[in-house]
């Protein structure tokens, strides 16, 4: 499996953008998709994750109720629509796949599953 995230860039606080990221390779039901962000000079941390199945989701309490999660299964690809962004949200974004369950990759580390490459996003204030 491998992901290719995009989407992102620079934006005003309070404003909206939408991440990509496209998966080549099989993806099963099994398999939930997360996005996770790395702040400079901080360690990476869990945004939000769905299955690829049935499509629950789980969010990180700093973003509930302004990200939200979804997916295209036909087009093989998960996007995080992010508004209301805030200074804080600036990070660079990374997506990643794992046969696991949307809990369970809240905790996932670098060194299980699939990554991809990082999108920047910048809040300026």
């Known amino acids: 499996v491998q992901l290719q995230a995009s989407g992102g860039g620079l934006v005003q606080a309070g404003g909206s953008l939408r991440l990509s990221c496209l998966a080549s390779?099989?993806?099963?039901?099994?398999?939930?998709v997360g996005w996770f962000r790395q702040a400079p000079g901080k360690e990476r941390e869990f945004v939000a994750s769905?299955?690829?199945?049935?499509?629950?989701?789980y969010y990180a309490d700093s973003v509930k109720g302004r990200f939200t999660i979804s997916r295209d299964n036909a087009k093989n690809t998960v996007y995080l629509q992010m508004n209301s962004l805030k200074p804080e949200d600036t990070a660079v974004y990374f997506c990643?796949?794992?046969?696991?369950?949307?809990?369970?990759?809240?905790?996932?580390?670098?060194?299980?599953?699939?990554w991809g490459q990082g999108t920047l996003v910048t809040v300026s204030s």
């Open positions: 769905i299955t690829w199945g049935d499509g629950s989701t």
């Open positions: 390779g099989q993806i099963f039901s099994g398999y939930a």
């Open positions: 990643a796949a794992r046969m696991t369950t949307t809990t369970a990759m809240s905790i996932m580390t670098p060194n299980l599953g699939y």
